[in-house]
Structures are given as C-alpha cells and as structure tokens.
C-alpha cells in the first residue's frame, strides 16, 4: 500500500472514462481497492478448495469430465451463434445476459466474434485454450480415460479451428502456440527432412503473423482499448519502481498482464511468494511425468500444458484473477501433482 494517499500521488485511474485519454487522477482510498482484494482472496480459496478436494484418480476424473463437457458445450453454441448471424436467424439469449451477444452478435468486417456464453470473444478464447491439453492427451491415452478417444481427437481439432474464429487477438495467439505444442509433442513421428521442414514452415508463418500483429497494433494504438492497454503497463512499470516493495496495493492499478500487474500491485514482498508458489507447481507436474506409469502420463502432461498455457493467456491477454476458470485450472494442476498414485487403481 503507497504511503501517500491523500491525493499527493497520481495514478492512471482505469475504473474511469479518462483513460480514453490517458489521464492521470489523484489517488485516494475507494472501495474498488477492497473488491478487487476479495476478487483475489476468493480465486485463492478457490485453489485450496480444489486442491483439497480432489485427491485421488477418480475425483479428477469427475471434475475433469465436467469441465471438459461444459468447455464442449461452450465451443458448440459459439458455432450456434455465428449460424444464427449468417442465417439472419435471431440469437436466443438463454445465455447471454451480459455478454456480447446481448446486444446481438458483435462483427468484425462481416465475421462474428465468437463469444459462446462467455463476455466477450477474448474470455472465450483464455478459457478455452488451456482445455486444448487435455482433449490432446486424453486422445493419446491407450485405454479411455475420460471419454472416448475418438471424442477428444475430434473436440481437439475443432478447438484449433474455433480459436481463431473468436477473431480476437488472443484467439489468434492461442492457436499459433498450440500448434506450436503440437508440433513439439508430434515431432517422434516423422523424418529429420520432414522436422526441419515442419520447423520452417513454421517459423514462417508465426514471423508472419507477428509481421501484421505490429500493423494491427500501430493501428489500435489510438483506439479506447490500445490506449488503456498501452498506458496502463507503461505506468505500470513507473508505478512499481516507486513503489518497489510493497506495490501500490492490490486493485489499485491492474494492468494488461500478469507479472507488471503483480509487481505494481503486489511488489517485490507479494509478487514473489506468488511465483515460487506457481514454479513450485510446474516442478512437481515435472517430476511426476518422469515417475509416474506411462498408462497414466498422459494426465500429468495435459496439467503442465494447461498450467503454462493459463499463465500465458494472463500474460498476453491480462491477468483476469476476478474470472474464476484461471483459479480452477491451478487448482486441478495442484490437485494432479498432488495425485498419490502409489494407492490408486489406474
């Protein structure tokens, strides 16, 4: 918490329209400062309800199987919405109370945004990345492990095509990085020629994409959203070397991505325990791949892809610690380094 906070000290205020232009205001205790902190303290009791909760092979079954057929669901009715768009059909709001579509399905030069059920195009895509893992390995598993292999093969195909169909920038961000895993966890099955070919084609297309990205972000950089996600990591980063230590306090100024936002908010003292806590869960992930029975390894591998996949999506597209699915994936990678398998029937 800033020592001054009695209107001495100025910050980017984004809970306001004055970040449309980049206005500081004077900082002074609000409430929004205490929501923000229960936002997070929530999603951490999350984590601990998660983690404590499921503890064996077949409570992650269970809570796998409902999370994988409500992101199947997710993905289905955005393909239902952008049907509705191209048949002129009316959109149903059964769902969509807040979203996008409430209004009617958002375009982007003629192409729907796929929203499904959630806000926005953006949380469609976060959420839905980090799935990609397990419809990945759980078709790779020799025996059915949640459900059938064809099933998972199939959802994860259509993941890849639906990303980009968000027409969001993490959409797009998402499927380049999972077909890049997927070349890595391909790569045993074909030649040395064809790697290298693989490898270039590739490169070429993400160089590319990355080519129009800075266009696309020369021309949003004047518009509401490149404003406020510009400026508030550019102070961000001022932000935290005033205030090094002890941030300027949770929710005070959140910014566009995971480590600046912890930093400025959290500082060194918070930011820090944060991150041994995450690196302390990829290290068991880690190590259980390397122990665990190759029948059941699969599972491991899909936790640490979605574990590292969620951490991207934050640092790419923000930290969005208020959204409770970023807590939910922790806690089950948690919940699966933790698994006992010595005990368990595979």
């Given at each position: 918490?800033?020592?001054?906070?009695?209107?001495?000290?100025?910050?980017?205020?984004?809970?306001?329209?004055?970040?449309?232009?980049?206005?500081?205001?004077?900082?002074?205790?609000?409430?929004?400062?205490?929501?923000?902190?229960?936002?997070?303290?929530?999603?951490?009791?999350v984590v601990i309800v998660v983690s404590d909760t499921y503890k064996t092979i077949s409570d992650i079954k269970k809570v796998l199987k409902l999370l994988l057929a409500g992101i199947t669901f997710m993905i289905f009715w955005g393909w239902f919405g952008d049907l509705t768009y191209f048949l002129g059909i009316p959109y149903p709001q059964f769902f969509n109370q807040i979203g996008m579509n409430k209004l009617g399905i958002e375009s982007f030069n003629g192409y729907p945004r796929m929203s499904s059920v959630t806000m926005e195009a953006s949380?469609?895509?976060?959420?839905?990345?980090?799935?990609?893992?397990?419809?990945?390995?759980?078709?790779?598993?020799?025996?059915?492990?949640?459900?059938?292999?064809t099933f998972h093969k199939r959802m994860y195909l259509l993941s890849i095509i639906t990303l980009p169909l968000a027409i969001t920038t993490t959409?797009?961000?998402?499927?380049?990085?999972?077909?890049?895993?997927?070349?890595?966890?391909?790569?045993?099955?074909?030649?040395?020629?064809?790697?290298?070919?693989?490898?270039?084609?590739?490169s070429i297309l993400v160089l590319t994409f990355f080519i129009f990205s800075i266009?696309?972000?020369?021309?949003?950089?004047?518009?509401?959203?490149?404003?406020?996600r510009f400026k508030t990591v550019h102070y961000g980063v001022f932000y935290f070397l005033d205030?090094?230590?002890?941030?300027?306090?949770?929710?005070?100024?959140?910014?566009?991505?995971?480590?600046?936002?912890?930093?400025?908010?959290f500082g060194l003292l918070g930011a820090i325990p944060f991150l041994i806590l995450l690196y302390n869960i990829f290290i068991k992930l880690h190590v259980k791949i390397k122990k665990v029975d190759k029948n059941i390894r699969p599972l491991f591998k899909a936790a640490i892809e979605s574990f590292i996949l969620i951490l991207i999506?934050?640092?790419?597209?923000?930290?969005?610690?208020?959204?409770q699915y970023f807590w939910l994936y922790i806690g089950l990678a948690v919940s699966i380094g933790s698994l006992e398998l010595n005990k368990e029937s595979l």
């Open positions: 918490m800033p020592y001054i906070i009695d209107g001495k000290y100025m910050v980017l205020d984004r809970y306001k329209e004055s970040i449309y232009w980049a206005k500081e205001e004077a900082l002074y205790p609000s409430m929004q400062w205490v929501t923000q902190t229960i936002y997070f303290l929530i999603g951490l009791l949380y469609f895509a976060q959420i839905l990345i980090p799935t990609t893992p397990y419809f990945y390995w759980f078709s790779q598993q020799n025996k059915t492990f949640i459900f059938d292999k959409g797009v961000l998402g499927f380049f990085i999972i077909i890049g895993l997927l070349l890595k966890n391909s790569m045993r099955l074909f030649t040395l020629k064809s790697k290298y070919f693989l490898v270039s084609l590739y266009k696309y972000l020369i021309n949003i950089s004047g518009t509401y959203s490149g404003i406020e205030y090094p230590i002890l941030g300027l306090g949770w929710g005070v100024f959140p910014t566009y991505d995971f480590i600046i936002n912890l930093l400025v908010n999506d934050s640092q790419l597209s923000g930290f969005i610690y208020h959204s």
